[in-house]
């Protein structure tokens, strides 16, 4: 499912907007003006509402159902959204242990953010690749050690 | 009155229609296209792109789920509708607008159904929910607390 779009440069409001909802989608970006992602009713509906965005900020905008022409490109395409999944999660798992010597509260509370952080990526991976796993354990293990202090609790 | 909106009923276009249903139109009778383009002269479109009750964004960069449009265009300014907006925006935008704790279980619940049912049935199923929604909302803000 491609997106062909492209939004007036001023003013640059619109143009941030469009731009934020395609990287929370998980866009891959084919070239200037265009972005793909797997085809579902799902992501269909959200570049249909995209497109219909551009056009209102008094731009162009077309959605397409697109097939490569051999499968390499396809591959490509997949391998491309994986990795760029793949750098989200590894930036959680390196905060996620560089948390792990914080003081129990301060541990549970960057546990907790990061694991909202994990499912916002989720939910734009398309193609999971293994660093998700352990982002997931590094994210599991900070709010296992985030037990309550006996220390702290009071008499 | 007739209502089109677009094959594939999620969240937004369930809680619009349970909105229409029992805020607008009681005798709300709806229609399923594919395009705007095959909404008939008599029924009002809504919750597709490229009609009026449907996603707006404002010059800010926000933008307003079809059931905040509707919301709008009728004037119905009921705290506890535009409680219910945000867990319907939050379900459907996802950005983070809005504290609606509920509105990822709503998601799923909603996304599941759509595998399950079809169109009809789900604006059907989901009726009762959101009146459950309201109701509860209802009595949060009457007590001042979450009722039991």
Known sequence: MLLSYRVPREPSGPRIAVWRKLKRLGVAQLSDGLVGLPADARTREHLEWVAQEVRDAGGQAGVWLAEPTDAAQQ????????AARAGEYTAVRAEAEQARTLPTVQRRRAGQRLRAELGRIARRDFFPPPHRELAQAAVRALLDTGAVDPQEVPR | MRWATRAGVHIDRAACAW??????????????VDEPGQVLDDATPFAMPGVDLSHHTGPDGDTDCSFETILRRHHLDDPLLWRIAQIVHEADLDDERFDAPEARGMDVVLRGLSMTRTDPEVIDLTGPIFDGLYEYHRRAALLGHEPA
Request: proline share 0%.
């Open chain 1, 75 to 82: 591959r490509r395409l997949a391998a491309d959204l994986s």
């Open chain 2, 19 to 32: 909105l229409i249903r029992r805020f607008i139109d009681a005798q709300a009778q709806f229609v399923y």
